[in-house]
């Protein structure tokens, strides 16, 4: 049955999702939390910096405007960035219609509350009974999905109900989703593996071969599910796509940006000029800050994590921390 899906968000995967609700024949509106943005894309119908080339369907309606946003929907989608959720929530509030799902894309962990996008989402309304909330993710390059190559998805819920509605809303020919019970683990696991990604990118720069990669990835995963399992999620949803398979795709992307912030520190440059830099997001950098702390706080071995959040923001050498987990102590591969 047709919907119709407010998009919260105007960038590169607020776009392609656009693109791929409309195609499934629902009615959608994006919101924009800047004018000026939303201005240039009711001329241009495409975001040129984000997602050049790609162009935003006319039947898409676009607006900056927070009440007229909603009017309609039957469906919230949030594709902000993690950690601007919080602000963009708390000034959307007052016109969130009630009852109404909410699906988040959003792969990240807030600095300071450590919380998951959709506990984000429910702090900022008031409670998880007011808006049914649920999770889309999985290995999901918006470029790949803009052209409209084969992708998979995951709708996390712990309402069986709300994931079947999401995954028949989400499903194209294109583009395939399976439900899965455990938002927990669909939404660690999206945020964790932004910050592997940004160790397979570091070991790009340096050129370490794929050796290293395939290393990185399997022991990443490990570490992921360990923290995953620590805070209550199943580690299947760790080896599935929400896990594994966003892993993979995120680490050997080209077009991956936390993969890129790790590939340009790998080759010298520092993590501020890179920053400034970018138009896009890479969540996995404020996200090691906060996995980190969770991972202490759940006493949890994460070495992969450490040694990026040392990269990042403790001025380590990228070689030297590569070092440092090749010359831990030697230990059997599964167990503590
Ligand atoms: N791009 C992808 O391939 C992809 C795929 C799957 C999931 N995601 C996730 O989707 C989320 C959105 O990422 P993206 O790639 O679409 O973003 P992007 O990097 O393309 O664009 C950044 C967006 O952040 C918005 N923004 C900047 N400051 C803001 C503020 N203060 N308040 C509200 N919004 C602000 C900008 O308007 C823009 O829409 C992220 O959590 C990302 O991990 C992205
Ligand atoms: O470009 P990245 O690194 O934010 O990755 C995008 C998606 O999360 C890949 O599934």
Known sequence: MPEQITILGDGAMATVCSILLKSGGHGVTMWGAFEESIERLLQDREQRKLLPGVRIPKEVRLTANDADAFAGATMVLSAIPTQYMR?????????????????????????????RPTQIIADALGGWTRNPLAALSGPNIAAEIAKYLPATAVAGADDEALARRVQSVFSTQWFRVYTNDDITGVELAGATKNVIAIAAGILEGLAAGNNAKAALVTRGIVEITRLGVAMGAKAATFAGLAGLGDLITTCF???????????????????????????????????????????????VDMPITEGVHAVLFEGRDAIDALTGLMTREPKPEWGE
């Open 87 to 115: 602000s963009a929530w708390a000034r959307l509030k007052p016109h969130v219609p009630a009852g109404v799902p909410v699906v988040t894309v959003a792969k990240g962990i807030e600095n300071g509350t450590l919380l």
């Open 253 to 299: 992307s080209p077009d991956s940006r936390n993969r890129t912030v790790g590939e340009r520190i790998g080759k010298g440059q520092k993590l501020e000029q890179i920053l400034a830099t970018m138009d896009s997001v890479a969540e996995g950098v404020p996200t090691t800050r906060s996995v980190m702390q969770l991972a202490r706080r759940h006493n």
